[in-house]
């Protein structure tokens, strides 16, 4: 567990550094390493955007960066989805405490719901780091994943931004 703290906490330093980029490379790792906590991570983001002055189509713009991040590393994982197959996928996911039932689950939903479970999915915690496995297997068309992927990462990004950056706009006179 210290190194998903560490890693965080990397993360963080990298979001107060340069807020877009942060952003970009924290939803690339967030949605490759499931532990590293994004209800931590872009909130922070959001905060951070809130002290530095940025106004709030400014810290909104940032969920741009967050998606492009997090459709990076969803495409990652359906590739290898697609071309190594269920076993192998398995395997990966067992280190995660992944194992065959939650996989199932998410593939029968998937079958059920298409295109909606990877845009809708990409706002439900857990399920959006593994929606992209089931559409690899299933062989959802690359273009189709990508476009549902960057919307729905878009808008949850957005969403957890915000909510940081207007928390840190409220907090932003106390003890002054």
């Known amino acids: 567990m210290e190194a998903v703290d560490a890693l ?17 490379v924290a939803s690339l790792v967030e949605t490759m390493v499931p532990p590293v906590p994004t209800l931590l991570v872009l909130p922070a983001a959001g905060y951070a955007a809130s002290q530095a002055g940025l106004g709030p189509a400014g810290a909104a713009a940032l969920g741009v960066p967050g998606g492009a991040g997090a459709t990076v590393s969803a495409m990652a994982l359906y590739a290898a989805s697609r071309r190594l197959g269920r076993a192998a996928m398995l395997r990966y996911l067992r280190r995660a405490r992944v194992g065959e039932g939650r996989l199932e689950r998410a593939e029968v939903w998937f079958g059920r719901h298409g295109h ?19 559409a ?6 690359a273009a189709v994943f990508a476009a549902y992927t960057f919307a729905g990462s878009v ?13 840190g706009a409220a907090l932003g006179g106390v003890g002054a």
């Open 136 to 141: 690899g297997l299933l062989r959802m068309r």
């Open 155 to 167: 808008a949850w990004c957005t969403a957890l931004i915000m909510a940081g950056y207007y928390l």
């Open 116 to 134: 909606k479970a990877v845009l809708l999915g990409r706002m439900v915690p857990v399920f959006r780091e593994l929606v992209s496995i089931p």
């Open 8 to 24: 965080a906490a990397w993360l963080l330093g990298a979001i107060s550094e340069n807020l877009a980029v942060g952003v970009f």
